[in-house]
């Protein structure tokens, strides 16, 4: 793009580590792969699903324990700050910073934690539904508390009865649980589609301000300095 500094400039400097540029692309492509499959095919789904999980924990981690760019001390600001520079931004008078910007540091943060309370609702729908997943041992044993098995085998006609509708019932509340977790799930994951597109839209105006291309910096690691 004219007018932005190319990451082969010679003095260009390393800032994105290969962890933080594979997390980025790789969630992305998982969340959208995930996210227009709807479960459909569900072992689609759910693989993205868990790919978006297992890197968000190592992000985590690497949070606080990778290079400098990389480390949440770096990025996170004080709520007035993020505030303050999303203004500058808007207004075409932002500071430039190597890193994360403030505004963009708070986006990591929140997609981050957007993500792992999409990932855990899917897991928690998945072991409702079809009992599969890591958290379906935990709702087995959960059912298993909830209904205990009878003292005796012989019942009268009314107990037979009574235990019926108890019956019906426990099912309709089970039913209501998948139902309720698989509407958080979609929820979240719309929540995410929207946060992510006002992540594009905050990544376009940030480079047209800064002349500079971002995008291009999350893929080759270097900025100018």
Do not use: C
Not at 63 to 91: C, E, I, M, N
Not at 186 to 203: K, P, R, S
């Amino acid at each position: 793009m004219k007018g932005f500094e190319m990451s082969n400039d010679p003095k260009a400097i390393a800032v994105w580590d290969p962890l933080v540029r594979v997390f980025h692309w790789t969630v992305a492509i998982a969340f959208f792969v995930a996210y227009f499959t709807e479960g459909d095919p569900l072992i689609v789904h759910v693989w993205a699903g868990y790919t978006i999980g297992t890197l968000v924990v190592l992000r985590v981690i690497w949070g606080f324990v990778g290079p400098k760019h990389a480390r949440f001390s770096d990025f996170v600001f004080a709520p007035w700050t993020v505030w303050s520079y999303f203004v500058s931004l808007v207004t075409f008078r932002a500071k430039r910073y190597v890193g994360h910007s403030p505004a963009g540091g708070a986006m990591v943060v929140v997609l981050l934690a957007g993500l792992a309370a999409t990932v855990w609702a899917g897991l928690e729908t998945l072991a409702a539904e079809e009992n599969a997943g890591p958290l379906a041992e935990l709702s087995l044993v959960s059912s298993a508390s909830a209904d205990p098995a009878p003292a005796s085998q012989f019942r009268v006609a009314s107990e037979e009865s009574l235990s019926g509708e108890s019956g019906e019932r426990e099912e309709g509340d089970r039913e209501g649980e998948e139902s309720a977790w698989k509407e958080i799930h979609e929820v979240l994951a719309n929540l995410m589609l929207f946060l992510v597109i006002a992540h594009l839209a905050g990544v376009a105006l940030a480079s047209v301000v800064h002349r500079e291309n971002l995008p291009r910096a999350m893929v080759t690691g270097r900025k100018r300095t």
